[in-house]
């Protein structure tokens, strides 16, 4: 099983809908979890850290279940430069250098 | 964004040749981490530092190298380029309230 599992899409969706993605990570013991975006050919940047009670941050809302070990990103209202692949990533916690454990994304593509 | 800059940005190698790849950042942070993105396997560790002098192998170090002499500099050596080592290069540094990482711009690396 891999250690971050997303699903890769593309999904493809109609401005100004909405759109989940989720992603199931396999260690219990992980603390830090976040979402990256990457735009084609582009760094991953970040886009939200992903706490325990839930967060939003205008159109996108990242929700965490430890029990399920699992994230989800909310996307409201999507915009056209909504389009790119988004990164589930866990921190597992193994010492303190906070080694990454990035899922391979899911794509997104919004459509006029 | 331009705490953190990778030099060259493309290059194109033989096999057999060294290379390598340069990493600044203008933030002293002290953690820096240097990746290899490839289709269907998402962003992969292959060394990171965590001071100068101070590095540690990842999940996918055979074939690499690196040195940090100075808190703003990390190399990427790949002593003997294999055409496996084609490859997306990032290098990140560590920072923010959530240690999240942050990224430079990337290497687009092919070995011939």
């Known amino acids: 099983r891999k250690e971050v599992e997303q699903d890769p899409g593309p999904f493809n969706v109609p401005e100004g809908a909405t759109v989940a993605f989720n992603c199931t990570y396999s260690?219990?013991?992980?603390?830090?979890f976040f979402w990256y975006r990457q735009d084609c050919r582009k760094e991953p940047k970040l886009l939200m850290s992903?706490?325990?009670s839930g967060n939003e941050d205008g159109r996108f809302t990242a929700q965490l279940n430890r029990a399920s070990q699992y994230i989800s990103l909310l996307i409201r209202d999507s915009k056209l430069s909504d389009s790119a692949t988004y990164l589930c990533?866990?921190?597992?916690?193994?010492?303190?250098?906070?080694?990454?454990?990035f899922g391979t994304g899911t794509r997104l593509q919004v459509t006029l | 964004d331009a705490g953190i800059t990778q030099s060259p940005r493309h290059k194109v190698t033989e096999t057999g040749t060294p290379v390598t790849l340069r990493c600044h950042q203008t933030?002293?942070?002290?953690?820096m981490y240097w990746y290899r993105q490839d289709p269907g396997h998402g962003l992969r560790l292959i060394h990171y530092?965590?001071?100068?002098?101070?590095?540690d192998k990842g999940e996918v170090s055979d074939g690499y190298s690196v040195s940090r002499s100075k808190t703003e500099d990390f190399l990427l050596t790949l002593e003997s380029a294999t055409s496996s080592q084609t490859s997306v290069y990032f290098c990140?540094?560590?920072?923010?309230?959530?240690?999240?990482?942050?990224f430079g711009p990337g290497t687009r690396l092919t070995v011939l």
């Open positions: 260690n219990s013991a992980s603390q830090s």
């Open positions: 933030e002293n942070h002290r953690y």
């Open positions: 992903v706490y325990s």
């Open positions: 990140a540094m560590r920072g923010g309230v959530s240690n999240e990482q942050f």
């Open positions: 990533v866990v921190n597992p916690n193994t010492g303190t250098a906070s080694k990454l454990t």
């Open positions: 530092s965590y001071g100068v002098k101070d590095t």
